[in-house]
Every structure is written in C-alpha cells, then in structure tokens.
C-alpha cells in the first residue's frame, strides 16, 4: 500500500492540451475517484499513473518515489480496465496467475494467491472456464482477481463497469466498495458516472477540460460545490440553474420573479449571479413562483417534475424532484419555492461559487 | 349460413400441390436451389477433371491414342524406374519446406514490425505487397535476368566491387539453381503471409498488450504468452495455404528453369506438365499430378486438426 502524489502534471498530444497542470494528493489506502464527462483527461491521467502514458510535465510518486521513468511494471500497480483485457486463450485461473508466472513464483505460492483470491471473489467453481465461457458480471471479477493475486500497492480502475447492464452494475458497485474495506489498498479508479463516484469513493476529483475542477468527500461536492461545473455534474437529477441579478439585496431572476437571498457579508448588489437550485429542494409552497407543469414522472418513491417557470424569452425548464405524491397534470399552474436553507449563489461571468 | 361457409373456407385445407410445386416452395430445399449453380461449376471444372486425371493415371493413354486400363502400373514405373520422379518429390517437399519456413518467419517479422506506430505506415504496406501484385511470370523473368549466367546484375556489381573474379553459375549448377529458385519463391510469397498475418496481428485487442505490461511481460514474453498463441489459428490458415501454393507452384520454375540444369528444379507439376503434355505420355503425367494428392491432403490434415485443438476459441458450452 501507498500513498500517490500528483504534482503539476500535464499531457499533450502534440499541440493538443489533454491534461493542463493536475494536482492530487491521494493518502495511503484511499479510495479516490476521478470523475468527470468524457474527454477530460480523466483516463488519460490514469494511464498515465499506470505507466501507459508518458507524462510530458510535472511529477507522479508512488510510495514517494517518482515513477516519471519508471517501466509500468516496476511501479508495482495493478489495472482493470473497462473492456477487462482478459486474455482469451487462458483459463480464468491462468490468467490470474500470468503475472506471478511471469516472475517465476513457486507454484505452491501462485496456487494459494489464486485460490485465496478466488475465494473473496466468489471465482471458485470457474477457475478452469475460458473467458468466452463466462458472463459480463464474472468477467469483471476475474479482471479483479488478476488484480488483487497481484498485492500491489495501488489499484487502478478505467470505467470498469460500464460495459454491464444497470443492476449488474449496482450490485459490482457495493462489491468492489466492500473489497477495498477488506483490502484496504489505495484505490484510483475512473468513471463519468457521478453516482458510482458519490456511492464508492473516500475522496472525488472531479476533473474537466483537463484541469480538477474541486477535490473532496461525496456529500462535501453535494453541499458546497465550488463553480456551477460542480454543482451541475454532481447529483441528479441535475442542479437547477436560475440567472438574474442581485436588486435590494435579493435575487431578480430575468424570467421576472424575485427570491430572497440571505444576509450578505460583502455587497453583490448589482452583481450577475445564478441561483442554484437542486431538484430535491423544491417544495410547494402557496407563496412561491408560479411554474407550469410541463412533464410528470412517478418513480414510485419520487416524482420527477419538469416545469417552466418565467416568462417570455427567459422562460426555463426546471426540474423538480418530490418525495410526496403529485396529482399534477401537465398544463396545470403549481407554485412553488426553494427549501430554507442557503441557496448556493455564483458568479454568472466566472461561474465560481460566491456562498 | 354466409359465416360458417367463410369460416369454411379458411379452415379447409390447401390445395394439393404437386411434389414438385412443393419442392419448389420449400424453405428446406430453397438453400439447395442456390446451391446447384455452384455446385455445377465445380463439378464440371474440378471434380470431373480431378476424376479424369486420376482415371488417366491408371491407363496408358498417350496423345492420339486412346488407352487402356493398366491398374498401378504407370506408379510402379515412376516409383521404381524413375529417378527424376523420385528427385523431383524430394525437392517438391524440400522446396515446399524452406520456402514455406522463410516466408513464415519473414512475413511473421514483417508484420510484427508494421504493427507498430511507424512513419509512412500505410506506404510501407503497399511496397510489400508489390511482389505479390507483379505476375509471377513478370517477375521469373525478371530473376531469370537477374541471375543469368552472363548478365547478372548481382555479378556484375560484385566484380565492378572487386569482390569476386568470375560470374556466379547461379541458374547452370544444380545446388545454386535450387537455391535460386527458392530465394524467389521466398520473395513471391512474403506478402501474402505478411498480410495476412498483419491483419490477424489488427484483431488482437491493444488492451491485452496493456494488460500484459502490467502484468510484468517483457517484450519477448509479451509475443510468446498473447500475440503467438493469438495468431496461431490465422498462422494455420495461411500456412496451409501457403503450404499448398508452393508445393503445387509451377510458373516461377518453368519461367525460370523449365526444371533444368539436368532436371534439378523439376517440382511434380513441372514434371507432369514435362512427361504428360510435352512427352505426351499423358497416363504417367496424371499419374505425377495424382501422386501430388495424397501430400496436399496431409498438410490440410495437420492444419485442420491443429485448428480443432483450439478449445478457448469455442463457445460457451455450459
């Protein structure tokens, strides 16, 4: 186990920029998730971690030992990767043990490893199947025992679940959660599914356009986003976004209705600002603004609400998202408000958040 | 009333059809129908010559003669009697061997090598492929300049270097002629096997290489343990074909050597041709082109048994 430290790293192919100067610290026995949608340098760090990638600046240690230059397979990492690149002619139990044969391990140890490894993943039985005998869900696993027969100091995950089905996915999800509660290794893995980051992850990087958008705990990102990237891409439905400006100390949104913004330590009067608003702090309220119901969609637990609230050219879809119940139709004029509490506030021309 | 009779009318069976009608509508036998055009091609164009010739073999038959039946007889002759029969099998499999050899090595390095990332990729691709598109009686007679007793180029220049005082006999001497013309057959075939292979090399997931790196692989490992095993199906398809092409080539010796000096690049079709058409001795040539026969079947044998042992490539059975 070890500690990854990402200092200024930057890639380009060419004169194209991929990763614009990355800064990342990742603790000992973490497990960090690199989030963000696609393009955003994401995998590419990862490779670059994994030795797959050169790294045309900055520095990446592992265990405190720069590995700028050091071959993938002497920076003691294992990788799982999206499509799992088992290989087709072994059998699973030979494919696990391909790299301790490839280091001339004594076959009773190779035994014990992929069996002891077998055995957290539930592989027992399928040890002598080719990968064409197996299904999705079993072939991940095995793309992960050829990881965890390894003990290496730093797993790293490319999108590893994305070529499963919805619930496969969800059941994987709390599975490799509850191996790196067992293992405990410093786990880095990549995804552009902002769920399987807030439900998995110690710590997320939320990466964009090859810069780190904000680095911190799930419910952290949730609840104080530092830019409108952040508050949108985190949580779903998405976060609502409302612009206006700042009147009287409250927010004049351009769709022509008015919320009340709290005391501010600094004055923004005057100031472009987006109010943010998640779905799930919507409520009814006799008193708020009016909204026309647009679209409903009962989940069973929740009902999705996109409405249209405004006026004129600054009419906007907002979705809203109810735990109670909703009769309504679409057409039908509801009134609602957002929930007390601090609204999140940001500077319409940086996008930064102002509280 | 008008109901029950409609109702009737639906339920009441089909009009008989003649047999025929119905083998015309069948789905079963559409398959059958398509297939016969193909079918009648190949009889008519290789079965039945096939047929004829291995017939032959067993007559005496000679050019304005009809022949006789004479059982193995025209076999016993050549086996027993004929030393350039015996000679020209010898060097058929000796032929077909290191040629077959070099041309899997060398095209197994080839495509290797433009597997990689390199500059001017596509361009390179092309240039192989040149001996492969120039027809082989193009370029025999190409060879045959090249290595003509009196103008050889390859002499000239190493005399012009000083290296060498008299011409290379490389088409006159028995030894250097066989050499020779397994040198070109070598050059012919590189591309096909390159090629091939190059795109065998194209299916293999670059992922698993990645895998493998990781996994500790050096480069040697890497081709030993994913990209030999992984290539091995499309290694035996185009080594049998190979296989097959040259030990049944007979353009690049007859442009070259007509199986000469004193019949020591005679190939069993060379000699066939020789004895059967030019000889006229048409029972004994079938006789030659039939001993080919049981060869071919041999390496089309080892390939397909070689092919079967395959298990990872067979689907899921459970």
Known sequence: MASVEIRDVRKAFGNVQIIKGVDIQIDDGEFVILVGPSGCGKSTLLRMIAGLENITAGDISIGGRVVNHVPPKERDIAMVFQNYALYPHMTVKDNMAFSLKLRNAPQAEIDERVNKAAAILGLGSLLERFPRQLSGGQRQRVAMGRAIVRDPQVFLFDEPLSNLDAKLRVQMRSEIKELHQRLKTTTIYVTHDQIEAMTMADKIVVMHDGIVEQIGAPLELYDNPANTFVAGFIGSPSMNFLKGKVQGGQFVANGGYSLALPALKASIEGKDITYGMRPEHIRLDPNGIEAKVIVVEPTGSETQVALHIGSGANEQEVIAVFRDRMTARPGEVIRISPAPGLPLVFDTASGQRIY | ?318
């Open chain 2, 1 to 318: 009333m008008t109901a029950t009779a409609s109702l009737q009318r639906v339920s009441a069976p089909p009009p008989d059809l003649s047999t025929w009608e119905r083998l015309k509508s069948n789905r079963d036998w559409l398959g059958f129908w398509f297939m016969l055009p193909t079918a009648a091609i190949l009889i008519l164009f290789l079965a039945y010559p096939l047929g004829k010739g291995v017939w032959m073999s067993l007559t005496d038959v000679k050019i304005g003669r009809a022949g006789q039946f004479i059982g193995l007889e025209n076999y016993h002759e050549l086996i027993v009697y004929d030393k350039t029969f015996r000679n020209s099998t010898l060097f058929t499999i000796a032929y077909t061997a290191v040629a077959s050899a070099f041309k899997f090595a060398i095209g197994l390095y080839l495509a290797l090598l433009l597997n990689n990332n390199m500059r001017f990729k596509s361009f390179v691709r092309s240039i192989i492929l040149i001996p492969f598109i120039v027809p082989t009686v193009l370029s025999a007679i190409a060879f045959w300049w090249i290595f003509d007793s009196q103008f050889s180029i390859i002499s000239w220049s190493l005399k012009k270097a000083g290296l060498l005082s008299e011409n290379i006999n490389f088409l006159g001497d028995p030894f250097m002629a066989q050499a020779t013309v397994i040198f070109c057959n070598i050059w012919r075939g590189i591309p096909f096997v390159a090629i091939t292979l190059l795109a065998g090399l194209q299916t293999v997931s670059p992922s698993l290489y990645e895998a493998a790196t990781l996994d500790g692989a050096t480069r040697w490992q890497i081709f030993r343990h994913i990209t030999y095993p992984l290539l091995t199906p499309i290694i035996a398809v185009v080594m049998t074909f190979s296989v097959l092409f040259t030990f049944t080539d007979f353009q690049l010796i007859w442009a070259m050597t007509r199986g000469g000096p004193v019949n020591a690049t005679h190939l069993m079709a060379t000699y066939s041709y020789q004895k059967g058409i030019l000889g006229g001795q048409l029972g004994e040539g079938a006789a030659i082109a039939t001993a080919m026969v049981p060869f071919l079947l041999a390496a089309i044998m080892v390939s397909w048994f070689g092919l079967q042992q395959r298990k990872w490539q067979q689907g899921a059975k459970e």
